[in-house]
Nanobody, 120 residues
Framework: HVQLVESGGGSVQAGGSLRLSCAASGFTVSRYYMAWFRQRPGQEREGIAAIDSGGMTTYAYSVSGRFVVSKDNDNNTLYLQMNSLKPDDTGMYFC???????????????WGQGTQVTVS
């Protein structure tokens, strides 16, 4: 049974940092393609960072240079380090996983429940 559980969201002032975690169970993150998505108020869910099974990363332009996606294979966890946060980064953040490389496309097979990030 595949399960993804996000944590680490919260409220932060502009310019601050947060690190999101996504604990995976039922599969091994080292063998899967994984990504972070966010849904900002009134907008569609968008892919912002992806990492493939070999560790290669892809970022949306809006977060490139500020966010870093990584995987801890020993702890079976995906992370998103978010720096220089802006009010426009406010939204619900989701992690996703798939056995097929879908980079930042929205149709991943497995999703977490999301964690809220609010930047003021």
């Amino acid at each position: 049974h595949v399960q993804l559980v996000e944590s680490g969201g919260g409220s932060v002032q502009a310019g601050g940092s947060l690190r999101l975690s996504c604990a995976a169970s039922g599969f091994t993150v080292s063998r899967y393609y994984m990504a972070w998505f966010r849904q900002r108020p009134g907008q569609e869910r968008e892919g912002i960072a992806a990492i493939d099974s070999g560790g290669m990363t892809t970022y949306a332009y809006s977060v490139s240079g500020r966010f870093v996606v990584s995987k801890d294979n020993d702890n079976n966890t995906l992370y998103l380090q978010m720096n220089s946060l802006k009010p426009d980064d406010t939204g619900m953040y989701f992690c996703a996983a798939d056995f097929v490389n879908k980079q930042l496309a929205r149709y991943y097979d497995y999703w977490g429940q999301g964690t809220q990030v609010t930047v003021s």
